[in-house]
């Protein structure tokens, strides 16, 4: 006879209690099959037929000494039941976990300011969203809330620094209501949206702003790259180099990249072009602007605005509540919707996302304006005579070149050269705010702990420079000489600027000095903020210069069809 499952005996008229089971499929994934014996007692002799009752079923009489001994009791029974249940509970809990819920969107019912997106409130003057009880009432009482911009927004547009964002990539300093992580989070719905993404990225911080887990926020939807702030590049700078350089390092993060724009949103220029492919790609789709925080969304927003309103009366009066603007990373506080488009659609201006790698992240809140150019970029080369170097010497008095010295960028970057040609040049692309001083490295240490809030800044001041962490992060470069007719490469510090590296100056022309380069290594030792990145990457074409020594790729039909093409 084959063994029977426990399944089998487990029914109301074979167990002490009533229960009932809810999946037996359960059970038998998770008890062994067992063989229960039982023994009942014969019939009484009479004239009527011997019947079994349900009484004796349930409780058979005890068995004598030596019997049955294979025979489970019933707390066996009750145990082997429970220990089912158990398990089929916790397959019930592991399955559950695995089914991931989806997002769910940002309500835009909430009544939220027009200039930040933080839900208005009455009650917390100094948060974000806070409106006066009675302004608040009024405008709720004539369905006008969408027209009230709260008190935070007010102080930021009169030029005051005030922070809310804190966490991972938040700021220091400053009142935080908000954490960078909830940020992140009021974006994870866009993945399972259907939406046409628009993308920023900072020309003058391009690896630091540029989002590299974009996929993780826009999912599989269709990205316009915008490339902005390219007014504040070099004078003389050739587009066409520079969209080229673009479209080159966007391919090799396999995005679902459309089209590559350069824009200025101060300008204007770029921007009809940026309009054009939103009407050309939007299909009736919700349109959303992405960046890191402090990319310049808002201020690519009003451009956008102000270009569509000359043939769109919808975008023409929504101009008149547009998002604020501000030089304080993370001003957008939440989404904001914006009616921009006839034909279907809401515009939407997303908080920035806030990365811990920039070195936004990690100075103090009112020495954020250091790091933001205000005009156009102009290198400063060392070796160079008219920098004067900390020593009070000259940078190219020094017959070895750059070897031996180091060179400080503010308070936040310290570059030890180790080991370059005599005719070696870096060139450093960032804010004018910071100062460069240059010294022998075996002064450097001695250097920065007097200079550092003097000379050195940021951090600024005697208070800020006390509680400053220090450099903490060291890399060391090994760069490789592979064109002396061209840099070798741009040292890119994140959230700040870049360094070009030129193996030989333009000065140099000696035979002697490019048979030595070709075949040589340059090696240099960065020194940033922990945990602030630093990039090696192919040289940004800027200046007159940049147009002659650049190349272009040669590029097989192939690329040429999937390669995303770039306006200007």
Same mark, same amino acid.
């Given at each position: ?14 167990? $002490?209690?009533?229960?009932? &089971? ?36 349930? *409780?058979?009489? @005890? ?8 025979? @489970? ?29 989806? @997002? =769910? ?17 009455? +009650? ?7 409106? *006066? ?15 009230? &911009? ?53 020309? =003058? ?5 540029? #989002? ?17 702030? =390219? ?10 180099? &520079?969209?080229? !350089? ?21 300008? #204007? ?43 769109? @009366? ?14 304080? $990373? ?34 103090? +809140? ?13 290198? %400063?080369?060392?070796?160079?005579? %008219? ?9 190219? *008095? ?10 400080? !960028? ?65 890399? %060391? ?9 061209? $840099? ?12 070009? =590296? ?8 000696? +035979? *002697? ?10 090696? #240099? ?38 390669? $995303?093409? !770039?306006?200007?």
């Amino acid at each position: 006879m084959a063994p029977k499952t426990l399944s089998s005996f487990l029914s109301p008229f074979t167990l $002490p209690y009533h229960l009932t &089971i809810p999946n037996t499929k359960l059970l038998n994934l998770h008890s062994k099959s067992t063989l229960i014996l039982c023994r009942f007692s014969q019939p009484q002799k009479t004239h009527q037929k011997a019947t079994v009752s349900e009484t004796q079923l349930l *409780d058979p009489p @005890p068995e004598p000494d030596g019997t049955g001994a294979a025979a @489970p009791t019933p707390g066996d029974r009750f145990l082997e039941r429970h220990r089912s249940f158990e398990a089929a509970k916790v397959l019930l809990k592991e399955k559950k976990k695995k089914k991931k819920e989806k @997002p =769910v969107k940002v309500s835009t019912n909430v009544a939220c300011c027009y200039g930040c997106g933080a839900p208005l409130q009455t +009650s917390e003057p100094d948060a974000p969203g806070y409106s *006066d009880p009675e302004t608040y009432a009024l405008k709720k009482k004539h369905h006008q809330l969408k027209t009230v &911009i709260c008190g935070r927004c007010k102080l930021l547009s009169h030029g005051h620094m005030i922070t809310a964002v804190g966490g991972n990539g938040g700021y220091s300093g400053g009142k935080q209501f908000i954490m960078a992580e909830q940020l992140r989070e009021k974006l994870a719905h866009l993945r399972h949206e259907r939406a046409l993404i628009v993308k920023l990225v900072d020309i =003058v911080d391009f690896n630091g702003s540029f #989002l590299a887990r974009v996929r993780d926020l826009a999912g599989a939807n269709p990205i316009i790259l915008v490339i902005t702030k =390219v007014d504040l590049l070099p004078k003389g700078t050739d587009f066409n180099c &520079i969209g080229d !350089w673009v479209v080159e390092a966007t391919a090799k993060k396999k995005l679902n990249v459309i089209s590559v724009h350069l824009t200025s949103s101060k300008s #204007l220029v770029g921007v009809t072009g940026v309009a054009s492919e939103i009407q050309k790609e939007k299909k009736g789709r919700d349109v959303y602007v992405l960046g890191s925080a402090n990319v310049g969304k808002s201020a690519f927003i009003s451009a956008l605005l102000k270009m569509m309103a000359e043939n769109d @009366p919808v975008a023409a009066s929504a101009q008149k509540y547009k998002p604020i603007q501000s030089a304080v $990373p993370g001003t957008t506080l939440g989404p904001i919707q914006i009616n921009a488009f006839l034909g279907g659609g809401k515009l939407y201006d997303t908080p920035g996302v806030h990365l811990h790698h920039r070195q936004a992240a990690v100075v103090h +809140s009112e020495d954020l304006p250091a790091l933001a150019p205000q005009s156009r970029l102009r290198g %400063q080369s060392f070796p160079n005579s %008219q920098v004067s170097s900390g020593n009070g010497t000259a940078g190219n *008095d020094n017959s070895n070149g750059l070897n031996g010295y180091s060179i400080f !960028w503010g308070g936040l970057v310290r570059v030890d050269v180790l080991k370059v040609l005599p005719e070696t040049r870096l060139t450093f692309y960032g804010p004018k705010s910071l100062q460069i001083h240059m010294v022998p490295s075996d002064k450097a240490d001695e250097f920065y702990q007097k200079e550092l809030g003097v000379l050195l800044t940021p951090p600024t001041g005697k208070q800020r420079a006390d509680e400053w962490r220090g450099l903490e992060t060291e890399r %060391q470069l090994q760069i490789k000489i592979e064109d002396v007719e061209r $840099p070798a490469c741009d040292v890119a510090i994140s959230g700040l600027g870049w360094i070009t =590296v030129e193996p030989l100056c333009k000065s140099s022309t000696s +035979s *002697d000095s490019r048979t030595e380069a070709t075949a040589g290594e340059l090696h #240099l030792a960065v020194h940033v903020p922990k945990p602030v990145e630093i990039f090696v990457r192919p040289p940004l074409p800027v200046g007159k210069s940049g147009a002659e020594w650049y190349q272009y790729r040669e590029l097989t039909e192939k690329e040429e069809e999937v390669r $995303p093409k !770039w306006h200007f």
